[in-house]
Nanobody, 120 residues
Framework: QVQLVESGGGLVQPGGSLRLSCAAS????????MGWYRQAPGEQRELVAG???????NYADSVKGRFTISRDNAKNTVYLQMNSLKPDDTAVYYC??????????????WGQGTQVTVSS
């Protein structure tokens, strides 16, 4: 039906940068809200950043001023630019989207996750 595929994770030193991408594909009529969540070992999954179709954004307090979320509606893709990374940013990052399928049903989808490790 619908797949979300993340890319761009990896190992980076503290203070470094990474850019995550998430491309949605499948029987997509439209996408409204998109977002990035993360889950560290032993912790609950938390919202990192969200963006509406009109590009209004919101961020977790812990990443404000360091992370930037953006999207390309023509490509059904959402991005997360992460700067000034800290060890506390280490987690699996998940993409999330509210999708209207060809069946005209709204459903929420998750990507498979991409690991981000911040370590020297």
């Amino acid at each position: 039906q619908v797949q979300l595929v993340e890319s761009g994770g990896g190992l980076v030193q503290p203070g470094g940068s990474l850019r995550l991408s998430c491309a949605a594909s499948g029987r997509i009529s439209s996408i409204s809200g998109m977002g990035w969540y993360r889950q560290a070992p032993g912790e609950q999954r938390e919202l990192v950043a969200g963006i509406t179709r009109g590009s209004s954004t919101n961020y977790a307090d812990s990443v404000k001023g360091r992370f930037t979320i953006s999207r390309d509606n023509a490509k059904n893709t959402v991005y997360l630019q992460m700067n000034s990374l800290k060890p506390d940013d280490t987690a699996v990052y998940y993409c999330n989207a509210d999708v209207l399928t060809y069946s005209l049903i709204w459903s929420n989808y998750w990507g498979q996750g991409t690991q981000v490790t911040v370590s020297s």
